[in-house]
């Protein structure tokens, strides 16, 4: 087929003004001031925990009874010598440092808890998070494209899990399972991969009346292809919002668990199972051994819920806020 | 709709059939309870092999695996009809109303009688906090849809997405602690901890407060019912105002607008009474909210309601006090949800359920 000169012209023209979409969408979300603000912070956070405890003078279980309850800002004494795990001295005995958040009732230094713990709080959420969307976004759109018995089925099932009460259901297997930080993350994901999946199975369901799937499956395109490569990229939207909102869910409900003594154990810390000790005198008389932790959990849940607030935006530009 | 209840009552007699099988396993995979009275080596907490045997009799644990869910469900008065005439007891079954004893919180206490003990200190949280989260929520959605962008619309999303992602129980010790430096300083404070003081108290402006009295419990009740209404507010608000707007582009209010009625009738007649619609779900699902809802809240208030009595339940691994509470909330959760269905129909005549 010979190819003319205008069609040319025409493909010139279309290169220069084609656009990446992912392009336009990063330029529609750097218009959202508050979510690029909290994406900054967020990455702050990120890169502090897992940077900051290399530079702390402490390691995560030093204590030091004589330290206890130190106010902000306060020098500590380093009496004993402080020990990594591999035993090779962190810091020698004899010198001070400075406690940046003060101290809490057995002489850990609280910032550096507060990093350590960060670590698994955020690896809680992330994890929980991802998992939960790989697992909702297949069953979604398996249940939405092969419809019929298939999505009956998983579909009466998210309904069924939706009938749980959450929270003391929750309660109710940590208690027999008692279970390490992974194995936690699993039960975490079992109940939360249900609004990824509906979210999917919606979006699929209009979609797959839609021309390109017909064209693909007459050039003899595989189910798997057709679901994966075709349908699940115009679909995702919705779920990439959902994912950044419940990452905000996700790290609010470990630190409920872990606060009420039934999510992360100790010795582990994450930020929620710092503030299980917490008692009215701790309140009266160091209360910002309180303060930190809640407040490192209040900060990334809000710029979770800015990011995906800007991704809504983003993603979808018909839709109003 | 007589069609429709009827295929409904049917499937909420599954889905809670298989509520209670769910319920059931967990705790059968539990670790027996029993265990740790055995391997006890405090000699007051030692139990004799008398004991042991009681408490496995009340507990169930007696007979075997595949018998004991029939007997939860059913009771053990029935079992020599198929002949297992040797675990014949009085048990009742949830069935028929009898739904176990407690064996550690409160010893051979029937855990129903525990639940209605506990539930009348939940009722008046839930109760206070949702009428005020309603009262506020609703004229703070409203208020800002018909200003949308207006700089109170931003005001009030930024205070809906701080609300969103405040973690309750800190909030809770965030203001537990203001209380603490204001009774400190002499200041007027509110108590924190108790659902009703034991002995009377003094606070400035209201002077003595009657240890047991309706001001008394007013007092214990202001600060749980403020992180909780806080928590409610903040999502409710936004639904608010979501439904409102969606009911603004609708075509009967520029119909309403075109025939020339003033707008505050646009508004208030057309417009706000069928934005109210959704709400429903929220406002029904505020009732399994009464079990399960407050728990983190009641924890770090020490406010001694069902959520209270659950952990309890739970760090003493007292097992039917805490099944009987799993299953009451997730019944109420599934009447709730036909509640709303059914509700729905009455409020908004577009939509038939058959």
Aim: glycine content about 6%; proline content about 5%.
């Amino acid at each position: 087929m010979a190819v003319t000169n205008t069609q040319l012209e025409a493909r010139e023209v279309a290169k220069e003004e084609y656009q990446h979409p992912w392009l336009d969408i990063a330029k529609r979300f750097m218009r959202h001031r508050l979510a690029i603000g909290s994406l900054i912070v967020m990455s702050l956070i990120i890169l502090s925990v897992f940077i900051g405890p290399l530079f702390s003078p402490f390691t995560e279980r030093s204590q030091s009874p004589r330290q206890k309850n130190l106010a902000p800002l306060s020098t500590f004494q380093v009496d004993k010598e402080i020990r990594n795990i591999d035993n090779t001295v962190r810091t020698p005995a004899g010198g001070t440092a400075t406690a940046f958040f003060g101290t809490d009732e057995i002489g850990r230094d609280l910032l550096t808890r507060l990093l350590y713990a960060g670590r698994v709080s955020l690896y809680i959420a992330f994890a929980v998070t991802l998992l939960s969307e790989i697992i909702g976004v297949t069953i979604g759109v398996i249940s939405g494209y092969f419809g019929g018995f298939v999505d009956t089925m998983a579909m009466r099932f998210v309904d069924f899990l939706n009938t749980l009460p959450l929270l003391p259901i929750l309660l109710i297997i940590t208690t027999i399972i008692k279970p390490s930080i992974n194995f936690l993350i699993v039960i975490l994901v079992f109940f939360s991969w249900t609004g990824g999946a509906r979210l999917m199975r919606g979006q699929i369901l209009s979609l797959r009346e839609q021309e390109y799937v017909s064209a693909s499956r007459a050039l003899g395109a595989s189910n798997i292809r057709i679901m994966f490569r075709h349908l699940v990229p115009n679909a995702i939207a919705p779920n990439i919002v959902n994912a950044s909102l419940s990452l905000s869910g996700v790290m609010i409900t470990e630190a409920a668990l872990s606060f009420l003594g039934f999510g992360v154990k100790l010795p582990a810390a994450s930020w929620g199972n710092m503030l299980k000790d917490v008692n009215l005198s701790i309140l009266e008389t160091y209360p910002w051994q309180a303060f930190f932790p809640g407040f490192a959990i209040f900060i990334c849940s809000l710029c979770f819920n800015f990011i995906g607030d800007g991704l809504r935006d983003a993603l979808d530009p018909r839709a109003k806020r | 709709m007589t069609v429709y209840l009827i295929r409904r009552f049917f499937q909420i007699i599954v889905v809670l059939f298989l509520s209670t099988a769910v319920i059931y396993t967990l705790f059968a995979l539990a670790p027996n309870p029993l265990d740790e009275l055995r391997q006890s080596t405090d000699p007051k907490a030692q139990a004799s092999n008398a004991d042991i045997a009681r408490l496995s009799k009340q507990l169930g644990l007696d007979k075997p695996w595949f018998l004991q869910y029939p007997v939860w469900l059913a009771g053990d008065t029935w079992l020599d009809s198929i002949g297992y005439g040797q675990f014949v007891g009085d048990r009742m079954g949830i069935l028929r109303g009898d739904w176990g004893t407690s064996w550690k919180y409160q010893k051979n206490k029937p855990v129903l009688g525990l639940i209605k003990d506990r539930l009348p200190a939940t009722l008046w949280l839930m109760v206070s906090s949702t009428l005020i989260s309603l009262m506020i929520g609703i004229p703070l959605g409203v208020f800002s849809a018909v200003r949308q962008y207006s700089f109170f619309d931003y005001f009030f999303t930024s205070f809906s997405f701080i609300g969103i992602s405040i973690p309750a129980f800190w909030f809770g010790l965030l203001i537990i602690s203001a209380s603490l430096v204001a009774k400190n300083k002499g200041w007027f404070y509110f108590p924190a901890g108790d659902v009703l003081a034991i002995r009377d108290y003094k606070v400035p402006l209201l002077g003595m407060v009657e240890a047991g009295s309706f001001l008394d419990r007013v007092m214990h009740l202001v600060m749980p019912v403020t992180v909780l209404s806080l928590l409610n507010l903040a999502g409710w608000s936004r639904f608010m105002r979501a439904s409102m707007l969606e009911v603004l582009s609708q075509d009967y209010v520029r119909t309403a607008r075109a025939k020339g009625v003033r707008e505050r009738i646009v508004i208030y007649k057309h417009a706000f009474r069928n934005a109210l619609i959704p709400l429903i779900t929220l406002v029904v699902f505020a009732i399994p909210g009464v079990f399960g809802g407050a728990i983190l809240t009641e924890r770090v208030f020490n406010y001694k309601g069902l959520g209270f009595l659950f952990i309890s339940a739970l760090n003493l691994n007292d097992y039917p006090l805490a099944m009987a509470f799993l299953l009451i909330s997730s019944i109420l959760l599934v009447l709730a949800t036909l509640l709303a269905d059914i509700l729905y129909t009455f409020v908004d005549p577009r939509i038939r359920l058959d």
